[in-house]
């Protein structure tokens, strides 16, 4: 089937460790998105890319850093320099990178700190 | 800046009556508004969506509808399911600052057997 692969589902960071988030995607999507989410509040977009070796900067996107080398891939790095980096992380792609096209997502990453 | 409310933030309904889900978008010029459900420890899943160009639309037992003038949509659920039970995302696209979605807060729906 095809679908969105996050890897690992739990992750902890220490103190002034980068660590990087996996999303796979192989539904032959343009477009992939990373998704912060917080309690209580709604979905804050930290990069995008509409093709391969192309992305741009969401509202949220200091403290982190991405890379499209590969249509199907789209790693996410939370760097050190992101201060308060607990949170649960969403990938998500579409067919076209228009906002009006359906996001696929998947089943997120669960990052902590130690 | 842009934004998508969403209310209410909780909700409880007993199974078999129907919940009702609303939001409000700012900008004018927003042409889609997706719905997506997420249950725990999952990525949001798409249930229903709807264009600019279109009021209501419908899918067995959720429906959408849309008021452009009053810039607000409603996500209705009928017979409701213990299986309902999630946090139900509204979202509209927006073009102002760049292409993208914008999420509203959410609502936790639960349905009471």
């Known amino acids: 089937d095809g679908g969105i692969t996050q890897s690992p589902k739990y992750l902890f960071r220490k103190e002034g460790q980068n660590v990087t988030l996996s999303c796979e995607q192989n539904?032959?999507?343009?477009?992939m998105y990373w998704y912060r989410q917080d309690p209580g509040q709604g979905l804050r977009l930290i990069y995008y890319s509409q093709i391969v070796n192309d992305f741009q900067k969401g509202d949220i996107a200091e403290g982190y850093s991405v890379s499209r080398e590969k249509k199907e891939s789209f790693p996410l790095t939370v760097t050190s320099a992101q201060k308060n980096p607990t949170a649960f992380y969403l990938c998500?792609?579409?067919?076209?990178?228009?906002?009006?096209?359906?996001?696929?997502f998947g089943d997120g990453t669960r990052l902590s700190i130690l | 800046g842009e934004n998508v409310e969403q209310h209410p933030s909780t909700l409880s309904v007993q199974e078999g009556d129907s919940a009702v889900i609303k939001c409000t978008y700012s900008?004018?010029?927003?042409?889609?508004f997706p719905w997506y459900k997420q249950e725990l420890g999952k990525g949001p899943q798409l249930i229903i969506d709807i264009r600019s160009n279109v009021g209501e639309k419908k899918d067995q037992r959720i429906a959408v509808t849309l008021n452009k003038t009053a810039k607000h949509f409603s996500l209705h659920i009928t017979e409701t399911q213990p299986e309902d039970s999630a946090v139900y995302f509204c979202a509209g696209a927006t073009k102002t600052s760049y292409d993208k979605v914008i999420f509203g807060p959410g609502t936790s729906l639960s349905v009471i057997p």
């Open positions: 539904l032959n999507h343009d477009a």
């Open positions: 900008d004018s010029a927003s042409n889609y």
């Open positions: 998500a792609s579409s067919i076209v990178g228009a906002s009006n096209q359906p996001q696929h």
